[in-house]
């Protein structure tokens, strides 16, 4: 269970507060996602957290770096542990994949693009009727939903450094630190 639920609390402040800027540390973990994420991390693949609000910009760094890519919608636990796909996460999956014309796609790729195609001008609708969304909203945290849903608003690129996933920005055409071999996106 994320720390946000365990402890009542809500992340959607998080956009505001004056401790989100530069260099601030907030703990929002998923177990699954994380969990994720440092096993890609520890196989050598670059990661980063994308998700509806920073699509666009995930895909852009993708794109600039020309890498293999691996998309994973992580999902949730349900209370026994087992796991729970995320309909949030398949959709944010297919709004990262549907910037990427020019990648081969998997099936599983293209069925995520399709749904995101299907959802994308409905996405707080979609989200709010989602098992994740009525969690929220039954808890008290609608505007979560409403954050959630909002599509290409950020350019963040959290980056999975030192087990933590640090703000970065993508920068514009620099190609610097050369070709990537494996790019993989969690969220």
């Not at 260099?23 to 177990?31: D, T």
């Not at 994420?37 to 196989?43: F, G, I, P, Q, T």
Request: glycine residues 6%; hydrophobic residues 40%; proline residues 6%.
């Amino acid at each position: 269970m994320p720390y946000w639920q365990e402890k009542e609390e809500s992340p959607s402040p998080c956009h505001q507060h004056p401790s989100t800027r530069w260099g601030s540390r907030i703990v929002l973990p998923s177990p699954n996602g994380s969990t994720c994420s440092v096993l890609a991390k520890d196989c050598g693949a670059i990661v980063l957290a994308g998700c509806l609000r920073n699509a666009k910009a995930i895909a852009r760094f993708i794109q600039q770096h020309k890498g293999s890519v691996s998309v994973i919608a992580c999902g949730e636990r349900w209370p026994d542990g087992s796991l729970r796909p995320a309909l949030e996460d398949l959709v944010a999956a297919g709004a990262i994949l549907s910037e990427l014309s020019n990648y081969d796609l998997s099936p599983e790729a293209k069925a995520a693009v399709a749904t995101f195609s299907a959802s994308q001008y409905k996405l707080e609708s979609l989200l709010e009727h989602s098992v994740s969304g009525q969690e929220l909203i039954v808890r008290g945290y609608p505007d979560d939903v409403h954050l959630a849903a909002m599509l290409n608003v950020s350019q963040n690129l959290p980056l999975l450094n030192h087990h933590m996933l640090l703000k970065t920005r993508l920068l514009t055409d620099d190609r610097s630190t050369g070709k990537l071999h494996k790019v993989s996106c969690f969220w």
